[in-house]
């Protein structure tokens, strides 16, 4: 399935991210069900050869790979997606410009600047990846700070931006409140309600990142496209605690 395949049909992406550089890791998480994995580059510890063997790894099932880079940096940025990345989410765009070059890298001559060589997309996307890749290459400009909000329309009105994506920790930061996730009732939470409706406005994609599956079921009902769940590093701790407090009876 492809992101395109599943909006069509109606309902959103199901996102799960990844910061456990680990190809093992990475395999028994895209084997539970998801929609698409996140390789994060920006807060987890993952390097790009890391990031590499994790895409690999996802690419024994039909998860769709996407990556997070630390930056907007445009050679990382083509790395990602010339790794097979199929999405890629770019960190504090704040402006109509960075988008703008954001979403430059994303695409082929003559929709962008996107050098040619895609050493493994092509291996695992097909010989005439070339000729699709900038219809299967999907943006995500990250929206976490009052600079993007008071921004937005200039942000999601960009032609080539196919979505936006939510970081509720640092757009709380922005807004002076403290980072966490699952606001409600809250600057935080209108903020995120007004960028869905702005970006469906000018008929962008919207995502959110979310602490709980029972959040981000209230996200896509409010109309979000993709929603990404917890972590394999939280899953992997909530786990290793509740066997603790199990072994300890509950105390």
């Known amino acids: 399935m492809t992101f395109k395949q599943i909006w069509e049909s109606g309902r959103a992406v199901l996102n799960g991210w990844l910061s456990v550089p680990a190809g093992f890791a990475t395999e028994l998480m895209a084997r539970q069900g998801w ?17 590499v063997r994790m895409l690999t790894a996802i690419a024994t099932t039909g998860v769709i790979p996407m990556v997070r880079v630390p930056w907007f940096e445009p050679g990382i940025v083509m790395k ?37 060589g895609p050493i493994r997309a092509a291996l695992i996307h097909g010989a005439d990846y070339a000729q699709r890749a900038n219809d299967m290459v999907t943006g995500f400009a990250m929206i976490e700070t009052r600079a993007a909000l008071e921004a937005i ?16 920790s640092d757009l709380a930061l922005s807004l002076g409140e403290a980072p966490r996730f699952d606001p409600v009732d809250s600057p935080v939470h209108d903020a995120i309600l007004h960028i869905l409706a702005r970006a469906k406005h000018h008929g962008k994609r919207a995502a959110v990142h979310t602490g ?34 199990a072994f300890h009876g509950g105390t």
């Open 212 to 245: 709980s599956a029972a959040y981000a079921r209230k996200m896509v009902d409010a109309g979000f496209d993709l929603v990404t769940v917890g972590s394999d590093a939280a899953f992997i701790a909530q786990g290793a605690s509740a066997a603790v407090q």
């Open 35 to 51: 929609d698409s994995l996140t390789v994060d580059m920006q807060h987890g510890l993952i390097e790009y050869g890391d990031a």
């Open 80 to 116: 990602s997606i010339d790794a097979g990345a199929l999405g890629v989410i770019c960190p504090m765009i704040n402006s109509r410009a960075e988008a703008e070059a954001f979403v430059s890298c994303l695409r082929y001559a003559p929709r962008g600047r996107r050098s040619y």
């Open 153 to 168: 329309d200039d942000i999601v009105s960009l032609p080539e931006l196919d979505a936006v994506y939510i970081g509720p």
